[in-house]
T-cell receptor
Framework: DAGVIQSPRHEVTEMGQEVTLRCKPI?????LFWYRQTMMRGLELLIY????????DSGMPEDRFSAKMPNASFSTLKIQPSEPRDSAVYFC?????????????FGPGTRLTVL | LAKTTQPISMDSYEGQEVNITCSHN???????ITWYQQFPSQGPRFIIQ???TKVTNEVASLFIPADRKSSTLSLPRVSLSDTAVYYC??????????FGPGTRLSVLP
């Protein structure tokens, strides 16, 4: 298996633009997580899905952030409009309840820079 | 949210045993405590997971006291390649996933 795949790996955009981050989880995994990592705040859980259904989005910072999981093999995290304070590394992770709920497999991350 | 604390950084020499402790209050009584390792420009990688007492796998041991207010990750005989940031992950009573602030381990030759 190729592991969790994220695209793009790097994104540079200007304030006010829409940004879409993409994730393909490991096949067969039931859970998908989106995290944000910054020096100031560390790793923060934004939202997670179980069987394509959002379970907890309390970590989503504002209405500018939205996430979808239209099927078991694809998820997006969208920021509209983007702001400089959204600059961070965004990780997607997936896990399978059968092997331990919290053994999450992380993707390589998307480094977002908003100018 | 549960509050977690870890030492910001630690230094060690090759071949030594390293113990990193995470303090966590208000964690759910029936959820696991998990530790992750992160190298620069990579996502975190699972190391070990436990519920109570002691768990050991091929790379580490995890010690969890009965009150579960802390956990200690033990890395036996570290090498230069163990230089990384180590995070604990807990779940609190609100079912929130909370990563610790991370401990930057530097292994020196």
């Amino acid at each position: 298996d190729a592991g969790v795949i994220q695209s793009p790996r790097h994104e540079v955009t200007e304030m006010g633009q829409e940004v879409t981050l993409r994730c393909k989880p490991i096949s067969g995994h039931d859970y998908l997580f989106w995290y944000r990592q910054t020096m100031m705040r560390g790793l923060e859980l934004l939202i997670y899905f179980n069987n394509n259904v959002p379970i907890d989005d309390s970590g989503m910072p504002e209405d500018r952030f939205s996430a979808k999981m239209p099927n078991a093999s694809f998820s997006t995290l969208k920021i509209q409009p983007s702001e400089p304070r959204d600059s961070a590394v965004y990780f997607c992770a997936s896990s399978n309840l059968g092997v331990g709920l919290y053994e999450q497999f992380f993707g390589p991350g998307t480094r977002l820079t908003v100018l | 949210l549960a509050k977690t604390t870890q030492p910001i950084s630690m230094d060690s020499y090759e071949g030594q045993e390293v113990n990193i402790t995470c303090s966590h209050n208000n964690i759910a009584t029936n959820d696991y405590i998990t530790w992750y390792q992160q190298f620069p420009s990579q996502g975190p990688r699972f190391i070990i997971q436990g519920y109570k007492t002691k768990v050991t796998n091929e790379v580490a041991s995890l010690f969890i006291p009965a009150d579960r207010k802390s956990s200690t990750l033990s890395l036996p005989r570290v090498s230069l390649s163990d230089t990384a940031v180590y995070y604990c992950l807990v779940v609190d009573y609100g079912q929130n996933f909370v990563f610790g602030p991370g401990t930057r381990l530097s292994v020196l030759p």
